[in-house]
């Protein structure tokens, strides 16, 4: 059996991808502070996982890019951050495997360890949608020269439960986050979407 969130819209992923924010934003949406329960991803169920014309992505204030599959809904948002105003954008969308995105926050990689990014997002998520998230398997590694941490995210929504993966990425002065989450009868398919969109992500240097 595959199943697959019918969300509106991937409201969930767009509101936790603001993992270091303050309750509220500076300016902007009230999603980085604020969440609407009718939008919260629900579980359906479809007969087959259908092939998907993969778009390369790209954030132009940064360059950062990476290809996803689909067009994604991009989010943009001002947050405080330690007093500071933060640039945060994010493009997510939902597949027939779960919610899948990367954001891109303007602040430098020594505001926060990638430890502490990762607290944050668990924390963040919780709070945004009143469900547990928990991360395991964290691994720490360096990629083209980059400091990242990978992670296995579990959760649960209206009993089903749900699994998934996040890399967060220090980049001078960019944080870079990936994430997926989805049903966990899901979880291979997912994980081999997650690491597609990893393999294509490119960061340029500075």
Known sequence: MTYR???RRPATFVAVAVVVAASVPASGSAMAGSFDPALTPRI??????????????????????????GKAETRDEIVSIKG????VRGYWLDTAEGG???????????????EENLQRLVERYMIT???PLTSSNVKK??????????ARLTS??????LA??????ADDKHFVQVLSLGPQANEKALKAVHERILAGLRIPNP
């Open 100 to 114: 899948v995105g990367f954001t891109v926050h303007d602040m430098p990689d020594d505001l926060y360890t990638l």
């Open 44 to 69: 359906g169920v479809v007969a087959a996982i259908p092939s998907v014309d993969w778009v390369e992505t790209t954030d132009p204030p940064s360059g950062i890019r990476a290809s996803l599959p």
């Open 129 to 131: 949608t009143a469900e």
């Open 156 to 161: 649960e929504t209206n009993g089903e439960p």
């Open 84 to 87: 500071r105003n933060v640039d």
């Open 5 to 7: 969130f019918l969300a």
């Open 141 to 150: 590694s360096t990629v083209d020269g980059r400091p990242v941490l990978d």
């Open 164 to 169: 998934g993966s996040v890399r967060l990425i």
